[in-house]
C-alpha cells in the first residue's frame, strides 16, 4: 500500500470541500471495497477524507410517508431496523444476502453503492482493464466473462455492478440526496447515479467531484410481496450470476429490479408494465438489447426463470 495522508472530516460541507480540492481525495467510511482496493494498488488516493463523524447514520421518516436513510447508516443497522423489515422486507432480504455479518457490521448505505465491480481482470494489475486504467483494452471481452454483464454493455467494458442493496433500492424507487462542495443539495433517482461504459468505462458515477453522497430516500411503502432471489455460484456470500428484487401487488403490478446483469441495477418501466402477462415477456423487454458473450449468455434464460420463480411466489 502506498503512503496516504488521513484526515477527519469536521462537517459535511468542509468534506465536500475538501474533496473538490484535491482530485486525489477520497471519502472513507467503512473502507470494505476502498482498503482492499488500496492495498492491490487499483485505487492510491494520497488523501483519505474519513466522514463517519458527519451524523449521517439514521433513519427518519419523511413528509411523504417514506423513509430517509443516512449514507453512514451500516447494512447491519438497515437490514434489521423495524421499519425496513415492515415496510421494506426485500431491502433487508438484499442486504442479508450480499457479504457476512463482519463486512454488514462496517459496510455503509452509501459506500455500498458506489462499490467498484468485481471484474477479475479489474482486479489483476498484470492485466488489461479500462476500468482501472483506461485506453489499455477489457481482457474480459476475450477471456473469462462467465459473471459478467450481458446488457448496457460497450466494446471497452463488460463489468458487472456488484451491489445487491442497489437492486432492492431500484425495486423500491429509491432516490439518491447529495451535497457538493458549494453548498448545494440535489436529490435524484438511483438509476441516474450510474454512467454507461461507452469509451470512459473508467468514469462510473455521475456524482461531481467532491459531491457527497448524504442519504438514500425511499418512498411511501408501496405494499404487496416482497421477493428477493439471488443465485450464485455458491451459497456462502458470492456475488450474484442473476439477482431479481421484486415488489408485486396482488393483482402482479409493481416493479421488477435485475442485478447481475448490466454495470447498474437493471429497471424498465415498460418491463414492469408487462408483470401481468409473465415472466417471459418480461425478461424479454429487460434483455432485449442484450449482448452476452458465449460464456455469459446462460444468464438471458436464467433471469427468465428466477423471475418466473418471483413471480409464482408472488401469486402464491
Known amino acids: 500500500m502506498r503512503s496516504f495522508t488521513y484526515e477527519r472530516a469536521t462537517s459535511p460541507e468542509q468534506a465536500a470541500t475538501a474533496a473538490a480540492a484535491n482530485p486525489a481525495a477520497r471519502f472513507i467510511a467503512g473502507g470494505t471495497n476502498l482498503l482492499d482496493l488500496m ?4 485505487e492510491t488516493p494520497q488523501h ?3 466522514v463517519n463523524g ?3 447514520d439514521t433513519l427518519e421518516a419523511t413528509r411523504e410517508g417514506g423513509l430517509r436513510i443516512g449514507a453512514l447508516v ?3 443497522d438497515l437490514a434489521a431496523a423495524p421499519e425496513v423489515r415492515r415496510d421494506y422486507a426485500v431491502l433487508s432480504r438484499a442486504l442479508l444476502s450480499g457479504a457476512s455479518g463482519q463486512l454488514r457490521n462496517k459496510a455503509t448505505t452509501a459506500g455500498n453503492l ?3 465491480t468485481r471484474c477479475s481482470y479489474f482486479y489483476d494489475t498484470n492485466q488489461p482493464c479500462n476500468k482501472r486504467r483506461p485506453g489499455t483494452g477489457c481482457s474480459a471481452l476475450g477471456g473469462m466473462s462467465r459473471q459478467q454483464a450481458v446488457i448496457g454493455v460497450s466494446d471497452a467494458c463488460i463489468a458487472s455492478h456488484p451491489s445487491d442493496m442497489a437492486v432492492a433500492m431500484q425495486a423500491l424507487d429509491a432516490a439518491v440526496e447529495t451535497l457538493n462542495a458549494s453548498g448545494q443539495t440535489r436529490t435524484f433517482p438511483l438509476a441516474q447515479l450510474y454512467k454507461a461504459p461507452g469509451d470512459t468505462p473508467h468514469l462510473e458515477y455521475t456524482l461531481t467531484p467532491g ?3 448524504t442519504a438514500v ?4 411503502p408501496a405494499g404487496g410481496r416482497h421477493i428477493y432471489y439471488k443465485v450464485r455460484d455458491r451459497a456462502s456470500y458470492a456475488f450474484a450470476l442473476i439477482s431479481v428484487a ?3 401487488q396482488p393483482d402482479r403490478t409493481g416493479r421488477i429490479a435485475l442485478g447481475g446483469v448490466a454495470y447498474k441495477p437493471w429497471h424498465d418501466v415498460a418491463a414492469d408494465a408487462l408483470l401481468p402477462q409473465g415472466a417471459a415477456a418480461v425478461s424479454a423487454r429487460l434483455l432485449g438489447d442484450a449482448r452476452p458473450t458465449a460464456q455469459n449468455a446462460f444468464k438471458l434464460k436464467l433471469a427468465e426463470r428466477t423471475l418466473g420463480l418471483a413471480l409464482a411466489q408472488a401469486s402464491s
Open 114 to 116: 458506489l462499490q467498484r
Open 217 to 220: 430516500i425511499l418512498p411511501k
Open 39 to 42: 492495498k492491490l494498488e487499483i
Open 74 to 76: 451500516r447494512n447491519t
Open 48 to 50: 483519505l477524507l474519513d
Open 211 to 213: 459531491e457527497l453522497i
Open 246 to 248: 421484486a415488489v408485486v
Open 54 to 56: 458527519l451524523g449521517f
